[in-house]
Structure formats: structure tokens, C-alpha cells
């Protein structure tokens, strides 16, 4: 058991152009979250799958942002068209249940 | 909607001083409540979790925490602070088992201090 894991660690990228993150989970976990972290904020929720079906999206993921976990295994986080505000440390998590979610280290991302 | 309040962004203790990071909530069912600590250039932890039964929870590095319904607050303490104990902690909440899959709502978390 290795944890979960966050590819790439940090991401500078300019305003305008697409991003793509992936998360690895555990590998027994069939559920898994993506936040997204701000300077100075808790994470916030973006969204939810189980297994491959992502059952819950929250109002802070855009159109722009899009999410997927083929085959119920490791989990893709874009962003296109990138934006200042889009700027934040996006982490992952992965559980087998209500009660404990473990996280990735996350990726930072800098939209210049 | 969940929400979580932590009282105090900062918090200074001195080494062997009790460490007390205050936490208080709101939700409209039972909610199970977490405290997760962050350090530096690495991801969230699990320090302690309540769900049901004994009110006062006990998680790891020495850490414990008391749900208290009357007061909607689960107050993180430490008898004795440690030099490693410098991090950001923060509170999270999510509902029993309800239609929000297990969800996190964080506080926006305590940045703690430890002075020798």
C-alpha cells in the first residue's frame, strides 16, 4: 500500500491553456474525491465518484473543469481554458467508506 | 448544508503548554466528525474521527477530541505540546451516511505553533 498519489506535483501553466491532473488511489478504494485548496482556506469539495460513476459534482466545478475515472481505478482532473482564479492546490482522496478518507500530497497549480 | 467554524487562524503555545484548537459546527443530521492535521508540502492526515458512541475520541500523537451536542463543537486538545506538533490543523465534517456520499466540509483550519 503506497497511499494515494498525485501526478505532477506542481503545474505552472499560463492563462488560457488546458491542464490535466491524475490521481492515483489506494488500490482497494472504490471511492474518491478531488478538492481543491486555496491560501488560507480548508478544501472544498469538487466532486465524487464510485467506482467509475461520478455521483456528485459540486457548483464550484465549472464547465470548464471536467472529471473521469475510467474503469473505476486512477482518476483525471481537467481544467480548460485556465484561469487566474483557477490557481490552487487540488488534492485527491480515496476510502472504502464514511469514515476516513486518506489524501494525496496534491498538485499545486499556478496559472500565470 | 454543513458548515464548520474554527475559532482562532493562529494558535502559540509554548513546548509542554496544552494545545486547545477550538471547532464548532453546524448540520442537520448526525454528523461525523473528523480533525485532520496538515504539515508542510504534504497532504491531510487523519488525526481522530467521532461517529458514534463514546463522546471523547482518541486519535494519534496524543491527540483527543470531545463531541459535545449541546454545544455543537469537537475542540481538539493536547495535554503537551511538542515541537512536531507545528502544522495546520483543520476540523471537517460530513453527514451520517446521507446523500452527500461521505463528502468533507472543512474549517479553514488553525496554523499551530510550537515555541521552545
Known amino acids: 500500500d503506497t497511499g494515494v498519489s498525485q501526478n505532477p506535483r506542481h503545474k505552472i501553466t499560463k492563462r488560457g491553456q488546458n491542464v490535466t491532473f491524475r490521481c492515483d488511489p489506494i488500490s482497494e478504494h472504490n471511492r474518491l474525491y478531488w478538492y481543491r485548496q486555496t491560501l488560507g482556506q480548508g478544501p472544498e469539495f469538487l466532486t465524487y465518484f464510485q467506482n467509475e460513476a461520478q455521483l456528485e459534482k459540486s457548483r464550484l466545478l465549472s464547465d470548464r473543469f471536467s472529471a473521469e475515472r475510467p474503469k473505476g481505478s486512477f482518476s483525471t482532473l481537467e481544467i480548460q481554458r485556465t484561469e487566474q482564479g483557477d490557481s490552487a492546490m487540488y488534492l485527491c482522496?480515496?476510502?472504502?467508506?464514511?469514515?476516513?478518507?486518506?489524501f494525496g500530497p496534491g498538485t499545486r497549480l499556478t496559472v500565470t | 448544508a454543513q458548515s464548520v467554524t474554527q475559532l482562532g487562524s493562529h494558535v502559540s503555545v509554548s513546548e509542554g503548554a496544552l494545545v486547545l484548537l477550538r471547532c464548532n459546527y453546524s448540520?442537520?443530521?448526525?454528523?461525523?466528525l473528523f480533525w485532520y492535521v496538515q504539515y508542510p508540502n504534504q497532504g491531510l492526515q487523519l488525526l481522530l474521527k467521532y461517529t458514534t458512541g463514546a463522546t471523547l475520541v482518541k486519535g494519534i500523537n496524543g491527540f483527543e477530541a470531545e463531541f459535545k451536542k449541546s454545544e455543537t463543537s469537537f475542540h481538539l486538545t493536547k495535554p503537551s505540546a511538542h515541537m512536531s506538533d507545528a502544522a495546520e490543523y483543520f476540523c471537517a465534517v460530513s453527514d451520517a451516511g446521507g446523500t452527500s456520499y461521505g463528502k468533507l466540509t472543512f474549517g479553514q483550519g488553525t496554523i499551530l505553533t510550537v515555541h521552545p
Open positions: 482522496a480515496s476510502s472504502l467508506d464514511y469514515l476516513e478518507q486518506y
Open positions: 448540520s442537520s443530521v448526525p454528523p461525523y
